[in-house]
């Protein structure tokens, strides 16, 4: 499903050569929920980055789902995400004037409008939304944000699902049933990648891997799925 090979990723700061990932390599099933975690700037960003065709590699190689990302063109990996691939923040990024709906829907295949009208209703109606379609984000939780969130990155039914930080701004009340819902995803066999500090978020995983200053180190913590 997904596989990287010797890869690094370095920045130039000022004089200075940041080495945000250093020569990492690391091999991930399809269907399986793995946790990143690591110390604040140790890479976990930036490893999402890669794998979801965001930034390239400075050298190595990034494949997923047998194709090798890191060697497409910007506009080759755009359509690659909009495919197979979605994304979860923990800042919402919903647009603030437009309603629920119009926020899912904003994710839709030009190709696939009625299906994608839909498959929002079905998804919104899942996350217990359905009171709420027309309500703008100023209007909602933080917990419900994050929801409509979940819902825009499932609309096309990816088989990717790479999540940085979701509960971040969440109560734990909400984090749970945000974990849930992508216990739901991964259940239907769905691939997910979550970057967490939280414990109890990590232990929705079927694992944990641990980044440090970049590189892959072992983590005897990983966690049976719930």
Same mark, same amino acid.
């Given at each position: 499903?997904?596989?990287?090979s010797?890869?690094?990723?370095?920045?130039?700061?000022?004089?200075q050569?940041v080495?945000a990932?250093?020569?990492?390599?690391?091999s991930i099933d399809q269907?399986?929920f793995?946790?990143i975690?690591?110390a604040?700037?140790c890479?976990?960003?930036?490893?999402l980055s890669?794998?979801?065709g965001?930034?390239?590699p400075?050298?190595?190689?990034?494949?997923?789902?047998?194709?090798e990302?890191?060697?497409?063109?910007s506009?080759?990996?755009?359509?690659?995400r909009?495919?197979?691939?979605?994304?979860v923040? +923990?800042?919402?990024?919903?647009?603030p004037?437009l309603?629920?709906?119009?926020?899912v =829907?904003? #994710?839709?295949? /030009? &190709?696939?409008?009625e299906?994608?009208?839909?498959?929002?209703t079905?998804l919104?109606?899942?996350f217990?939304?359905?009171d709420?379609?027309?309500h703008r984000?100023?209007?909602?939780s933080?917990g419900e944000r +994050?929801?409509v969130?979940?819902?825009?990155?499932?609309?096309?039914?990816?088989?990717? =699902?790479? #999540?940085?930080e /979701? &509960?971040?701004?969440?109560?734990?009340?909400?984090?749970?049933?945000?974990?849930?819902l992508?216990?739901?995803f991964h259940e239907q066999g769905?691939?997910?990648?979550?970057?967490t500090?939280?414990?109890?978020?990590?232990?929705?995983a079927?694992?944990?891997?641990?980044?440090?200053a970049?590189?892959?180190v072992?983590?005897?913590?990983?966690?049976?799925?719930h």
């Open positions: 499903m997904i596989q990287l010797n890869v690094s990723k370095h920045f130039q700061r000022s004089d050569t080495r990932l250093d020569n990492l390599t690391l269907g399986e793995v946790a975690r690591g604040s700037g890479g976990k960003s930036t490893l890669l794998i979801g965001l930034a390239l400075t050298s190595g190689t990034v494949s997923v789902l047998e194709q990302i890191s060697s497409m063109n506009a080759d990996r755009a359509n690659f909009a495919t197979h691939v979605g994304f923040f +923990q800042m919402f990024h919903l647009l004037y309603s629920v709906m119009e926020n =829907l904003v #994710a839709a295949r /030009p &190709t696939h409008q299906e994608d009208q839909q498959k929002a079905e919104l109606e899942q217990s939304l359905q709420r379609l027309w984000p100023a209007q909602l933080a +994050q929801r969130a979940m819902a825009r990155a499932l609309l096309a039914q990816p088989g990717l =699902l790479l #999540a940085d /979701p &509960t971040g701004n969440l109560d734990p009340g909400n984090s749970v049933t945000v974990l849930k992508m216990q739901q769905g691939t997910i990648l979550l970057v500090h939280d414990e109890q978020a990590a232990g929705f079927d694992r944990s891997i641990v980044l440090e970049g590189q892959l072992p983590d005897s913590s990983a966690a049976e799925a």
